[in-house]
């Protein structure tokens, strides 16, 4: 398995808390990304970091910042957690100039 | 714009081949991707396949590609239990290959 962590892997929160979702590489790889899978529409991509402090949003990113101060940590944070953000938060790496992008274990947040 | 379809549920016996399809309407795809996620688990990579090749064989996978019908497919011969998971097509288009995910294909395979 690539070298990938999650933290936490389970969160219960409520409506309008902040929640940060970690994800940590021993991979040493440039890209990051974040996703959430949601019954009936698959992986959307949230934000994805093409370097530390290099991050860009993707389809689904109202409602979330990231931050990437170094290269093995790709940080996600709720600002205000909504009922709508209940979801399972997947990280993934690729390394630069490959095709290959890898999964972690996932988040199951669930906002109450 | 881009959407990735694929049929929702697929059942097959022990011993059986499976195949999964998946369509895509973006031409510019690069890459093309099979990914599997068994319950509760993250997604695995299972193979991809560049957009200029029509098809790639690996084990008991083989992924074909038709460009023209914007179709892709995935075999898997000697279909397992284990094989039981959904499967994931996906295309990677943009730089910094972010990937647009199809619904996903659940496989059911019965003894």
């Known amino acids: 398995d690539a070298g990938i962590t999650q933290s936490p892997r389970h969160k219960v929160t409520e409506t309008g808390t902040p929640v940060t979702l970690r994800c940590h590489q021993t991979e040493n790889h440039r890209y990051m990304y974040w996703y959430r899978q949601d019954p009936g529409h698959g992986l959307r991509l949230i934000h994805y970091s093409y370097g530390v402090k290099d991050t860009d949003k993707g389809e689904v990113s109202d409602g979330y910042s990231v931050s990437r101060s170094k290269t093995e940590d790709f940080l996600l944070t709720l600002e205000s957690a909504t009922s709508s953000q209940t979801s399972v938060y997947f990280c993934?790496?690729?390394?630069?100039?490959?095709?290959?992008?890898?999964f972690g274990p996932g988040t199951r947040l669930t906002v109450t | 714009g881009e959407d990735v379809e694929q049929s929702l549920f697929l059942s097959v016996r022990e011993g059986d081949s499976s195949v999964i399809n998946c369509t895509y309407t973006?031409?510019?795809?690069?890459?093309l991707y099979w990914y599997k996620q068994e319950p509760g688990a993250g997604l695995q990579l299972l193979t991809y396949i560049f957009s200029n090749m029509d098809m790639k064989q690996d084990q008991r996978l083989t992924v074909l590609l038709n460009k023209k019908d914007k179709h892709l497919s995935l075999r898997i011969a000697d279909t397992q239990t284990g094989d039981s998971a959904i499967y994931f097509c996906?295309?990677?288009?943009?730089?910094?290959?972010?990937?647009?995910f199809g619904k996903g294909t659940m496989l059911l395979v019965s003894p």
């Open positions: 993934a790496i690729m390394e630069a100039g490959g095709y290959e992008q890898y």
């Open positions: 996906a295309e990677s288009i943009r730089g910094y290959s972010t990937l647009t």
């Open positions: 973006d031409s510019s795809s690069t890459y």
